[in-house]
């Protein structure tokens, strides 16, 4: 019973660096207890317009996005276990899979990667994930 009563006092925590693109009803990030939901990201400015055309500067630009919500929670790449990449097409595989590695370094989250019939305004890539959180930061509304 006792990790039960530990588990019911753990809330949802909003992690906000913006509003979501288009000002859609989801938050960036949620953190709940010591980890971070991070919502699907794309390669979209502040303004929610996507941006480069190839799916490397997409990789790039949705995983920047991905970070900056990481780091506004508090942690770091490194703490990410988990992510989900969506693909418009698999023979941008590559491409992405380049850039990706970049961003994260051995030992690299567990990632599922999955082609997709089509993504929110015409993006080739979106990514999601979980990471660990070890410090509260001011940036969350809860």
Do not use: W
Not at 41 to 61: C, F, N, S
Not at 87 to 102: A, P, R, W
């Amino acid at each position: 019973m006792r990790a039960s009563a530990k588990c019911s006092a753990a809330r949802k925590i909003a992690v906000q660096n913006g509003n979501a693109p288009l000002g859609l009803p989801f938050s960036p990030g949620i953190r709940f207890g010591d980890l971070l939901f991070v919502s699907g990201q794309g390669a979209t400015d502040k303004k929610g317009k996507v941006t480069g055309e190839d799916i490397k500067t997409q990789t790039k630009l949705t995983l920047q996005n991905f970070q900056r919500i990481v780091e506004d929670a508090g942690s770091d790449m490194s703490k990410v276990l988990q992510t989900t990449v969506y693909l418009k097409d698999l023979d941008d595989f590559s491409g992405m899979n380049e850039v990706y590695c970049s961003f994260f370094k051995e030992p690299r989250p567990a990632r599922a990667t999955v082609q997709v019939a089509n993504l929110l305004l015409g993006m080739r890539v979106e990514i999601q994930g979980i990471a660990h959180l070890s410090r509260r930061k001011t940036n969350v509304r809860g």
